[in-house]
């Protein structure tokens, strides 16, 4: 396979209207090659093909030299720059329909990526909260499994000593009762006594006799 030899006058002519060499060699070629006004036309009629601007290849050589003079007319240019105009056109729609698909992916990209912050955020957080759960929890382990420990020991140490299990003393309410009427009833007493012995000793000076009350008196106190 091999590009198709066209008229090299015409070909020029094509490539300064503007026209790229591929779609010019195309023109040329499946025009048959005769004018410049033909391979336009071709141009035209079929401009919108997808493989317009790909250089054609054929299995056998062509080479037609047209011994006739070609000249580019006023409505040969008018045509071509209406072409190209128009490929300039379709130029910039593709291009801004381009931009426009391209502005979407980056939008749709950055929420993407806010969206992955956030749930990244909110999962370190969660974390965050579980380790620290996780670290008062332990320590409360600890703290209980000290407290037991002390208090193992402190029972092992005792029963080392020969003392007997640590139990809290607490007297009965009565006893306490007890012990404050006998507290509060003892000085009167006292007192009661010896306002008894003044008065036995001054009854012994007037009468020089002890009465029966003293007498009962001295043998209580013994």
Known sequence: MA????????????????????????????????????????VIDHENDSDIDQMPLVAVDINLDSPQTFHITEQMKIKAQELRTKEHKKKEVEEKKLERQREKERIRASKDLTEAKQILESNEKQRYLALKKKEKEEEKRAREKILKKLEHDKVERRSRLGLPPESPSVK???????????????????????????????????????????????????
């Open 3 to 42: 590009v198709p030899q066209v008229n090299k006058k015409l070909l020029d002519e094509l490539e300064a209207m503007g026209f790229p060499r591929p779609r010019a060699t195309r023109a040329l070629h499946f025009s048959g090659n005769s004018s410049l006004e033909a391979a336009i036309e071709w």
């Open 172 to 222: 009965p309410a009565t006893h306490l009762l007890q012990e404050k009427t006998l507290q509060t009833s003892l000085p009167l007493k006292s007192v009661t006594n010896a306002e008894q012995m003044r008065e036995c000793l001054r009854s012994l000076k007037r009468n020089h006799q002890p009465d029966s009350s003293c007498l009962f008196l001295f043998i209580r106190l013994e």
